[in-house]
């Protein structure tokens, strides 16, 4: 953590606080945004990843003449 925002000081009247709370509104606002933007591709890749495994199965169930119903 950084030393300036550890000696932030504390607000003193309703306007600094209200302030304050918006600032720290927004900061979790955009934390919050890049951990679902970051979860969304990760699941799109899990997705890419899955569609690519299927095709290589069902190739290679194609090659070896077995279909789904026998496994």
Not at 1 to 28: C, F, G, N, R
Not at 39 to 46: A, F, G, S
Not at 64 to 70: L, N, P, R
Request: charged share 30%; net charge negative; glycine share 2%.
């Amino acid at each position: 953590m950084e030393q300036e925002s550890i000696e932030q000081k504390e607000p003193a009247t309703a306007a600094e606080l209200t302030q304050y709370i918006q600032s720290l509104l927004v900061d979790m606002q955009q934390k919050f945004q890049e951990t679902t933007e970051s979860v969304l591709k990760r699941l799109d890749d899990m997705n890419t990843k899955i569609t690519s495994l299927e095709t290589s199965v069902a190739e290679m169930m194609e090659q070896t003449g077995t279909s789904e119903d026998k496994i």
